[in-house]
């Protein structure tokens, strides 16, 4: 098992990224969340990490803290959810939105996440309610767990590249339909600018189709 990885960043182009560690390169795959914490290329990296082995690949996912590490493995052990739809649901909507949803049985605020009905909706609230009190979540969503984040983690700088192109094929990858992704962006570049970076035209896509 692979719990932790801790090295240089070489590549990030959601939700895939690179990190050289003693000259082994893994591929992880992250939220949004994550990503959003990242530092800059060529800076160390320290993600937590789940390892899944299929019968067809072997998938590496990290994450900025053991938290949301911890509810990913929660999601994924609810009937339905795999580690894809886990990583959207991370991506789309935060951990403290998350656990309201859950608390308040709003079905509505889930349905809007890619993969998300209402049959899976209806059975996230009813199997994760119980499962989050083994997260010792407290006040919506602040866990009461040690570690925390990791200060080596700074805010994003994304290096030059098509910005639009990129967004757009990181909606697409977390299971948005490529209409879907394309409408999105343009609306997101038209409220931020032309020189909005990557993230911030996911971070504002993800938004406005969560909360629209």
Do not use: C
């Not at 919506?140 to 990129?166: I, K, N, W, Y």
């Amino acid at each position: 098992m692979i719990g932790r990885l801790k090295g240089e960043l070489l590549e990030k182009h959601p939700p895939q990224l690179l990190i050289d560690v003693n000259g082994v390169g893994y591929e992880v795959e992250a939220s949004m969340n994550t990503f959003y914490r990242l530092p800059e290329l060529g800076k160390q990296v320290i993600l937590f990490t789940h390892f899944v082995v299929r019968e067809d690949a072997q998938l590496l996912y990290g994450f900025a803290d053991r938290e949301e590490r911890l509810l990913f493995r929660t999601l994924i052990k609810v009937n339905g959810v795999g580690p894809k739809l886990a990583l959207t649901i991370l991506s789309g909507i935060s951990t403290n939105d998350f656990v309201r949803s859950v608390h308040d049985q709003d079905t509505a605020a889930l349905v809007r996440l890619p993969g998300v009905g209402k049959k899976t909706a209806e059975r996230l609230i009813v199997e994760m309610k119980d499962k989050l009190k083994d997260l010792q979540v407290k006040d919506f969503g602040e866990f009461q767990l040690s570690g925390g984040g990791d200060p080596d983690l700074a805010e994003p700088v994304m290096p030059a590249t098509d910005h639009r192109a990129e967004a757009e094929s990181a909606l697409v990858a977390l299971g948005y339909k490529p209409v879907q992704a394309t409408k999105a962006i343009a609306a997101a570049e038209k409220a931020l600018g032309v020189g909005a970076s990557s993230e911030d035209l996911i971070r504002q896509s993800l938004k406005s189709m969560v909360t629209g």
